[in-house]
């Protein structure tokens, strides 16, 4: 199957600093990445839908200004946390699809997450 | 708009079988996914259903009615190792994201 890689996996920073966390597709193209959160014991909350090329389409409540999406090429989509604070202490899964591929349903796949920790 | 709904928790017996079920309510449809994670890690594709019916993949298996907007996901033969949170996840028409049910937790115990 394709494979979706994430990094950092795990990173703590001082509150008030900015995290950038990067999700590749290593082995496919994927027009349209999808970045989720995940607080814990709960499911996986959809953020934003990020399109190569054009800017994220967030979903309600999410601020765009604070989570910063950028999708620069076919392979690489970022996600840049700014001005951190604990509440954004979180785990952060990004997901693609290969748009290109045969597969008939068209998956979603999901890279292994970042685990944020802000102080 | 779209909602999701499956147990929150279930223990079962190391070596028995579990049922865990979902539904759902969408505005569109274009298939339901089931996933598993462990704490701490993404989700691992385990089915996927678009058509009525069950799909069998070694000792998963899920099934799916569309009229009723209800999905169950079967565990077979349990393992330890099964002990985890299983998502069901709903796609919508187009290119739209999947849309996740609060997942899961399954206990296998001895």
């Known amino acids: 199957g394709a494979v979706v890689s994430q990094h950092p996996s795990r990173v703590i920073c001082k509150s008030g600093t900015s995290v950038k966390i990067e999700c590749r597709s290593l082995?496919?193209?994927?027009?349209?990445m999808f970045w989720y959160r995940q607080f814990p014991k709960q499911s996986l909350m959809l953020m934003a839908t990020?399109?190569?090329?054009?800017?994220?389409?967030?979903e309600q409540g999410v601020e765009k200004d604070k989570f910063l999406i950028n999708h620069a090429s076919l392979t690489l989509s970022t996600l840049t946390v700014t001005s951190a604070h604990p509440e954004d202490s979180s785990f952060y899964i990004c997901?693609?699809?290969?748009?290109?591929?045969?597969?008939?349903?068209?998956?979603?796949?999901f890279g292994p997450g970042t685990r944020l920790t802000v102080l | 708009g779209q909602n999701i709904d499956q147990p929150t928790e279930m223990t079962a017996t190391e070596g028995a079988i579990v049922q865990i079920n979902c539904t759902y309510q969408?505005?569109?449809?274009?298939?339901l996914f089931w996933y598993q994670q462990h704490a701490g890690e993404a989700p691992t594709f385990l089915s996927y259903?678009?058509?009525?019916g069950l799909e069998e993949k070694g000792r998963f298996s899920s099934f799916l009615s569309r009229s009723k907007g209800y999905s169950y996901l079967l565990l077979k033969e349990l393992q330890m190792k099964d002990s985890a949170s299983y998502l069901c996840?709903?796609?919508?028409?187009?290119?739209?994201?999947?849309?996740f049910g609060k997942g899961t937790r399954l206990s296998v115990i001895a």
């Open positions: 969408t505005s569109g449809f274009n298939g």
């Open positions: 082995d496919f193209q994927a027009t349209t």
């Open positions: 990020s399109n190569e090329g054009s800017k994220a389409t967030y």
């Open positions: 996840a709903v796609r919508g028409v187009g290119n739209t994201p999947l849309v």
């Open positions: 259903n678009v058509l009525d």
């Open positions: 997901s693609a699809r290969d748009s290109t591929s045969g597969f008939s349903y068209n998956e979603q796949f």
